[in-house]
């Protein structure tokens, strides 16, 4: 692997959760998109020592971006005025439903990546049986 390849990534993990907040936020403008694009990619090369990593953590930035899509919409509908219409009712449903799944999805999906990018960095422990012959015969000396 080059020294570049996880600089590379953390580009394209930005650019996927600017796609994300673009998206939550409907239509946003797109120098704020560029702008939280470029936040996104400094955090993750930052914090991006490997691929796995900068993955796991563009995968959590989607876990909370879908976690505060429901808020958002609601804020956006209450800022409205008066009282929501069965249309914007169905558009909370709508946003609180497939929000709380994706983002209950993408959560699991960066904890796990986080535990396997922790177990890379642990030497592996030999499975069980596998130990020298030696050490075997001297354990059931011990025990006879």
Do not use: C, Y
């Not at 959760?17 to 560029?34: N, R, S």
Request: proline share 7%.
């Amino acid at each position: 692997m080059t020294w570049w390849t996880p600089q590379l990534h953390a580009m394209l993990g930005g650019i996927v959760v600017a796609i994300g907040a673009f998206v939550m936020w409907e239509q946003a403008a797109p120098i704020w998109t560029l702008l939280f694009a470029a936040v996104a990619t400094t955090f993750l090369w930052w914090r991006g020592r490997s691929i796995g990593t900068v993955w796991a953590w563009t995968t959590l930035g989607l876990g909370i971006e879908s976690m505060a899509w429901p808020i958002v919409t609601m804020i956006e509908i209450r800022m409205g005025g008066g009282q929501p219409t069965e249309e914007q009712m169905g558009t909370i449903l709508n946003a609180v439903l497939f929000g709380l799944f994706s983002s209950v999805f993408w959560v699991t999906f960066a904890f796990g990546l986080f535990k396997r990018v922790r177990e890379g960095d642990v030497p592996p422990s030999p499975p069980p049986g596998t130990e020298p012959v030696s050490l075997r015969n001297r354990k059931k000396r011990a025990h006879s």
